[in-house]
């Protein structure tokens, strides 16, 4: 047996398979989050259609999972650091599903929208318990790329999520598209309870019954020899987490990290929520503009891995801020509307590369920034003010379309979103040069 503090033991060692199993793990989670956001986008042409409503309309009801996530951040957030990030996992999982299953036995907008805060109320939780949980089961080294490969499966599910609705959408009614999203997210529930057990850090923080048991099982599973007890537990009592939050030494932090996502996940949604309709409007089929917006995935995923290996060699901050910096540019380049599908995806795919990596930036500064106690509650804060925030994003753009202003104009002001990001990213330069 051992004396060693697990949670260094873990920051030193190398990664083993299994700890990379666990982030693969959350890495289909976050897949998972990214079909069930745009579930909505791949299905919005069909209920635009079959129910008659316009655009304003339609942009409510695009914004009504990030209300429901930005509750369930804010809530679920603080539940992930004192219940677990596991249960909190779960539950959500279950949330999700309930949600998916609704939506697709809906009839009208109320009860659409109803359902869609649910799936929201669980996707919000889970991207906070996510971030926290492979933060946690990565070592020191690898940490920033775990997050960012983990933030980086949010694209890769609206590719894989995308190519299946656009299959279909062509055979079937956008009712199939929310059947397909509550079968998968089920599915996430049996590899959650088998290949992620709950993180290390958190059981020996919170010390629940049989935590020193619970901690050597997972030890032994990621190769680690047992140890003989935990560390001995702060003496000093912490403030509530949520207030602590806003205690000198970290309220900067928390405030600049809170508007930077806020800001630039409104240039973000406004990408991902609108490309179908657009592309619709512009006399194509639903299905082309599922795959156009697959495309805009396929450039976020390839900005989220190309941010994740160039962490190695450059400054994490500075590579977020150049992204939201190109974001902007792209952004008011997708306005300037192509007329065919290959010139619509050329610049959905530049457009999704630099606005996801900015997001998955922000992930990783928040993985780093914040200790582990204050770690979910943290994410949970940043993502449910900003998600709160971003459903004003596909209603304001709907709002300036139903208003007559052209494509290219509700572009340009759409894109300061991720300029007014990055300026507070420099705000953070300090704490995030400490944590390099």
Known sequence: ???????????????SRFQWGVVAVMIGLNALDGFDVLSISFASPGIAKAWGIDRAALGLVLSMELIGMAVGSLILGGVADRAGRRATILGCLVLMTIGMTGAATSRDLVTLSAWRVLTGLGIGGMLAATNA???????????????????GGYPIGTIIGGSISAVLLGMYGWQSVFVFGAVATACFIPLVLFFAPESISFLTHRRPANALERVNKTLARMGHPPVDG??????KPRAAAAAELFAPGMARATLLLTVAYLMHIMTFYFILKWIPKIVVDMGFAPAAAAGVLVWASVGGATGSLLLGLLTARVRLLALTIGAMIASVALVIAFGRAQTDLRGLSMVATAAGFFTNAGVVGLYALL????????????TGFVIGVGRGGSALAPALAGLLFAAGYMLDSVAILMSFGSAIAAIALFGIRRQAAATE
């Open 1 to 15: 047996m051992a004396s060693e503090d697990p949670r260094a033991l873990i920051d030193r060692a190398p990664m």
């Open 133 to 151: 949980a492979v933060a946690e089961a990565a070592n020191g080294k690898r940490r920033a790329l775990a997050v960012v490969l983990m933030a």
């Open 230 to 235: 935990l560390p001995e537990p702060e003496a």
């Open 367 to 378: 993985a780093r920034v914040f200790p582990t106690r204050l770690r979910a509650t943290a």
